[in-house]
């Protein structure tokens, strides 16, 4: 079965950094578009960044834009977000999702949080 297991959260100051993973098994992960999603506290599901098949294409949302870096090891079938100068407003919970099938698969998440 498809299986998504994000990892590398924590709690941090303003202005860290932290690079969260996502380990995937159960599906052919070189063939999928792969995201980040995220979920404030109290608020709906925000889509963060996604990445090309290959790696080739790396798209952001406005507020990730030149402090967030996503990649990808097709090899070892993971998915990297890279965080950068975070902010308050970063604090959620983060996840890595793909969707085939009709479906959109999502892990349990890692929980960012960013307090001074």
């Known amino acids: 079965q498809v299986q998504l297991v994000e990892s590398g959260g924590g709690l941090v100051q303003p202005g860290d950094s932290l690079r969260l993973s996502c380990a995937t098994s159960g599906f052919s992960f070189s063939t999928y578009v792969m995201n980040w999603v995220r979920q404030a506290p109290g608020k709906g599901l925000e889509w963060v960044s996604g990445?090309?098949?290959?790696?080739?294409?790396?798209t952001y949302e406005d507020f990730a834009k030149g402090r967030f870096t996503i990649s990808r090891d097709n090899a070892k079938n993971t998915l990297s977000l890279q965080m950068n100068a975070l902010k308050s407003s970063d604090t959620a919970v983060y996840y890595c999702?793909?969707?085939?099938?009709?479906?959109?698969?999502r892990g349990q998440g890692t929980q960012v949080t960013v307090s001074s």
């Open positions: 999702s793909v969707s085939f099938d009709g479906t959109t698969y």
């Open positions: 990445i090309s098949r290959g790696g080739g294409v790396k």
